[in-house]
C-alpha cells in the first residue's frame, strides 16, 4: 500500500471517529448544562446531530433531541419533556467551561410536556393563587379542589373545567364548567401557567394542550 493511500485511509478514519466521538461529547456538555437547568432530581438525555462534525466547534449543529424526567420548571415539576432542536447555534466557550446555554441562534424548537395532577396542585399553591389544592385529571375534565382567598375572605373551592391556551400561546388557562356542581353563567378563566415564568432559553408559544389521565400534555413550539 503506497503513503498516499494510507494517508487518505488514516483521514477517513479519523474523520469517521470525529463524526461518532465529538457529537457524543457535545450531547455530554449539553446534558450536564441542562441538569443545571432541570434540576438536581432530573434525569437527562441529549443526542446531538452534526454532518460535519467541526459545525460544533462552532456551536452550530442539525439537531439536538433531549429528554428529561422529573424536571424542575420554575416551581413546576414535569413529568417528562421531550424536546428536538433544529438548525440552531450555542456559545461553546459559555458552554465548555461554564456549562451555560447561551443561544446564539434559535433554529426551530418543538417540546411535548407531562404534567401530573399532584404536580399542579404544589404549583397552585407555590404561586398562591390556591392553597390546599387538589388536581384530579380525567379524559374529559380537570377537577380542582382548594381553598381561594376573594377579597379578603377564605372560602373554600370545587370547580370542574378545561384547560385552553391563552392570547397569542403565552399562557395557559382553566375555564371552570361548574364550580360546586353548580354551572358557571358567565365565561371566567383563570390563567394557569405563564410561559415567561419558565425563563425559557428560546420563546415558544403553546400550540396544544390535551388530558391524557394522569397527566396533562402540553405540546409547544418556537415563538
Do not use: C
Request: positive net charge; without cysteine.
Amino acid at each position: 500500500m503506497s503513503k498516499v493511500i494510507l494517508v487518505l485511509v488514516l483521514v477517513v478514519l479519523l474523520l469517521a471517529a470525529g463524526q461518532v466521538l465529538v457529537p457524543r461529547v457535545a450531547g455530554q456538555a449539553l446534558s450536564q448544562s441542562l441538569a443545571q437547568v432541570t434540576g438536581p432530581g432530573s434525569r437527562d438525555a441529549v443526542a446531538v446531530g452534526a454532518v460535519p462534525f467541526f459545525q460544533l466547534f462552532q456551536g452550530r449543529f442539525q439537531a439536538v433531541d433531549v429528554s428529561a424526567d422529573h424536571v424542575d420548571a420554575g416551581g413546576l415539576t414535569i413529568g417528562s419533556l421531550l424536546v428536538r432542536w433544529q438548525n440552531g447555534a450555542v456559545n461553546v466557550p459559555a458552554l465548555v467551561q461554564h456549562h451555560e446555554l447561551r443561544v446564539l441562534k434559535e433554529g426551530v424548537l418543538s417540546a411535548t410536556v407531562h404534567v401530573n395532577g399532584p404536580a399542579l396542585a404544589r404549583f397552585l399553591e407555590a404561586s398562591g393563587r390556591i392553597q390546599h389544592a387538589q388536581v384530579t385529571v380525567t379524559p374529559s375534565y380537570v377537577r380542582i379542589r382548594g381553598i381561594v382567598n376573594v377579597g379578603g375572605i377564605n372560602g373554600p373551592l370545587d370547580a370542574t373545567g378545561r384547560f385552553s391556551i391563552g392570547s397569542r400561546g403565552r399562557t395557559i388557562l382553566f375555564q371552570p364548567l361548574s364550580v360546586d356542581g353548580f354551572g358557571v353563567p358567565v365565561v371566567t378563566r383563570l390563567v394557569i401557567l405563564d410561559v415567561k415564568s419558565l425563563h425559557l432559553p428560546i420563546p415558544v408559544t403553546v400550540t396544544g394542550v390535551r388530558l391524557a389521565p394522569p397527566y396533562v400534555v402540553v405540546t409547544a413550539h418556537s415563538s
